[in-house]
Structure formats: C-alpha cells, structure tokens
T-cell receptor, first 113, second 115 residues
C-alpha cells in the first residue's frame, strides 16, 4: 500500500538552529512529492514540490528539500530557523491521474526565541 | 480572488443530527477533495471528485456523503453525526493533472464538534 511517513512528531529548536525533518514514501512509479506548512489556526500552504529533474528543490521562506530515490526520502531542511517557523509540517506524495495525495502524520515544530 | 472558501467555519452538533459543509472554489479547478485532520494522524482523504458530477471514496468515507453538482462546489454531508466525527475538515482543489500532480489549494477549515 502507498504510504508517506514522517519520523519526527514533535521537534523543539532554538532560533538559528538548523532543521531537518524526515519524510519517507513507499510506492513506486512516478512520484510527486510536496511539503506543506500549517501555521497555528491557518490552512495548509505549499512550501515546495518535486516533480522531476534536480533532486534539490528550493521553496519559500528559505526551505529546501532533497529527493533521494535510493532512500525513498524527501527530507525538508532549513539552515537557520526563526520563531515564525513554528508550525506543523506535512509531507505528502502522489501518483496516478486523480491528483490524490497521501499525507504523512505531520511534524510539529516549536522554535524557541 | 478568494481561492477555496469553506462554510461554516465552526459548528457544534448533537449526536444524530445532520449537516452539510460547503466548499466553493473560484479557480476553475477540476479536482476537489475533502479531508479530515485529527491530532497525530495527519490529513485523511474522505471523498474526492475529478470533475462535475463525479465523486469517489477516499481513505475514510464511512458516515459521509458528497455531491459535486457544479464544478465550483463540493458538498460534504453528515447524515447522522457521531462523536467520532469531531474533527477539523479541510476542502482542497487542484487543476487537472498535466506534468505531474498539481499542488492542492486548501480552504481555512471547518471545526466540527459532535456532542
């Protein structure tokens, strides 16, 4: 069965620390991968997406993710987090022709000022 | 440009009551989706639609029904609400698949409590 899993459920960092959130997917074929962010009380917003080509994808607000096919991974990174990055982060993946996405469980990031 | 609009934003129901959640998008997207978000479980797909007049079951469809009579609207119905349906419901839409799956655009959510 297709699945997307996120390793870290709750991460606490101090400002300026580096961030890496893990995401693994378990289905074959052509995969499209996404990271979404949900700020407190808001809807999900797209951070970045991978379709094909360069496996290092840059998104908004200084985030980037690397697609490693051999590891079935799509980890999210940011070199220096800010208090405003406090949010819940979701990895999602999809394939096929219905546009359906499978979401990971989410990672809550808390950045201490 | 409103994007994806969900109504209502909050609702409290008693067990056994029925209600309909409305999702409207103004981006002319073909695909629409209903999710529920529960702590520690991410987003789970309830039902989805790949075009006007078509609907399909997602991961957790039991207890819900949907209709897509107009391209811009996607309705989610609870016929007989149960406490297990207490959740935050998100609607999303995406354009037709071109080169890969297109990103989904989300509404602000509906917080539903069933007593």
């Amino acid at each position: 069965a297709q699945s997307v899993s996120q390793h870290n459920h709750h991460v606490i960092l101090s400002e300026a620390a580096s961030l890496e959130l893990g995401c693994n997917y378990s289905y074959g074929g052509t995969v499209n991968l996404f990271w979404y962010v949900q700020y407190p009380g808001q809807h999900l917003q797209l951070l970045l997406k991978y379709f094909s080509g360069d496996p290092l994808v840059k998104g908004i607000k200084g985030f980037e993710a690397e697609f490693i096919k051999s590891k079935f991974s799509f980890n999210l990174r940011k070199p220096s987090v800010q208090w405003s990055d406090t949010a819940e982060y979701f990895c999602a993946g999809g394939s096929g022709n219905t546009g359906k996405l499978i979401f990971g469980q989410g990672t809550t990031l808390q950045v201490k000022p | 440009n409103a994007g994806v609009t969900q109504t209502p934003k909050f609702r409290v129901l008693k067990t056994g009551q029925s209600m309909t959640l409305l999702c409207a998008q103004d981006m002319n997207h073909e695909y629409m989706y209903w999710y529920r978000q529960d702590p520690g479980m991410g987003l789970r797909l309830i039902h989805y639609s790949v075009g006007e007049g078509t609907t399909a079951k997602g991961e957790v469809p039991d207890g819900y029904n949907v209709s897509r009579l107009k391209k811009q609207n996607f309705l989610l119905g609870l016929e007989s609400a149960a406490p297990s349906q207490t959740s935050v419901y998100f609607c999303a839409s995406s354009p037709i698949r071109g080169q890969g799956i297109r990103p989904q655009h989300f509404g602000d959510g509906t917080r539903l409590s069933i007593l």
